[in-house]
T-cell receptor, first 114, second 110 residues
Framework: ETGVTQTPRHLVMGMTNKKSLKCEQH?????MYWYKQSAKKPLELMFV???????ENNSVPSRFSPECPNSSHLFLHLHTLQPEDSALYLC?????????????FGPGTRLTVL | QKEVEQNSGPLSVPEGAIASLNCTYS??????FFWYRQYSGKSPELIMF????GDKEDGRFTAQLNKASQYVSLLIRDSQPSDSATYLC??????????FGGGTRLMVKP
């Protein structure tokens, strides 16, 4: 595997389900991000981890819970979601101290909440 | 609230023409500026970055920055149908935090 991988690529869940999204980066980076991309809206930063420590929580509802066990892996735990949470969830990584703003994105998870 | 504004388009140009994509930002403290390209159904990829006022050229791409006017643009020369995508402007104020614009959809017609 190379770059940034995400699983699953597609997910359909009911509002009462609990699921997790997984992201893994194979680039040796030390910063990882979760973004939400909805139709006709800008990419929204959700969470930032630097060296496994959460440095940003962009006012995200508590039904989204991130976990970063090490600098290569990032999870987004989902529970009691709403239909408006349906979107493309993108993971990205970067090298802190490298070119600020050069983020490498994974392919995303297309989430549908019924 | 930091904002990055882009015309959503679509911007339609004929093959071989110059495509001009524009972006304005609200935070005067912004340090660096990025253009990402996103093909339909794919994730964004970085194509250009610029830090200083003026022009920066990379192949067919030229990024232009005017900090006084809080304006950044991307020119694509000799546009090809393969350039058809959504172009996202992103602004970095501090650290590694990016604020993205909504993107401009570019269509290059053969």
């Amino acid at each position: 595997e190379t770059g940034v991988t995400q699983t699953p690529r597609h997910l359909v869940m009911g509002m009462t389900n609990k699921k997790s999204l997984k992201c893994e980066q194979h680039l040796g980076h030390n910063a990882m991000y979760w973004y939400k991309q909805s139709a006709k809206k800008p990419l929204e930063l959700m969470f930032v981890y630097n060296f496994k420590e959460q440095t940003e929580n962009n006012s995200v509802p508590s039904r989204f819970s991130p976990e970063c066990p090490n600098s290569s892996h990032l999870f987004l735990h989902l529970h009691t979601l709403q239909p408006e949470d349906s979107a493309l969830y993108l993971c990205a990584s970067s090298q802190d101290g490298g070119l600020a703003g050069e983020q490498f994105f994974g392919p995303g998870t297309r989430l549908t909440v019924l | 609230q930091k904002e990055v504004e882009q015309n959503s388009g679509p911007l339609s140009v004929p093959e071989g023409a110059i495509a001009s994509l524009n972006c304005t930002y609200s935070d005067r403290g912004s340090q660096s500026f990025f253009w990402y390209r996103q093909y339909s159904g794919k994730s964004p990829e970085l194509i250009m970055f610029i830090y200083s006022n003026g022009d920066k050229e990379d192949g067919r791409f030229t990024a232009q920055l005017n900090k006084a006017s809080q304006y950044v643009s991307l020119l694509i020369r000799d546009s090809q149908p393969s350039d058809s995508a959504t172009y996202l402007c992103a602004v970095n104020g501090a650290g590694n935090m990016l604020t993205f614009g909504g993107g401009t959809r570019l269509m290059v017609k053969p």
